[in-house]
């Protein structure tokens, strides 16, 4: 009998709300995450990435074409799975292991 192994992908995501702000979160987010999947539902953009998601500020103030505060995420926000290893003025990290 063979024996069949199978993987689970275990993703870290986040749900954005689909306004003019989360999509430039989510732009700054698939510049900076290469791998990054994207699922588009009415009202909100799923994110998921299989290893880790950084959000840079200064990324996401490229694509605002205004100063952004770090703090400005949880207002695009909806939900997530993972952990949110590092939150500070420059990047937000969320991954599943955060002694990596």
Not at 1 to 29: C, H, P, S, W
Not at 53 to 81: C, H, K
């Amino acid at each position: 009998m063979a024996v069949v192994e199978t993987r689970r992908e275990r993703f870290v995501a986040i749900d954005l709300q689909k306004t003019e702000e989360g999509y430039n979160v989510l732009q700054a987010i698939l510049k900076d995450n290469p791998g990054t999947r994207i699922d588009e539902f009415p009202g909100y953009y799923k994110v998921k990435h299989p290893e880790k998601l950084l959000i840079n500020r200064e990324t996401v103030e490229s694509f605002m074409g205004r100063p952004w505060d770090t703090q400005e995420f949880n207002l695009v926000i909806i939900s997530y799975a993972g952990n949110f290893a590092e939150w500070d003025d420059d990047k937000i990290l969320i991954q599943w292991d955060t002694h990596m």
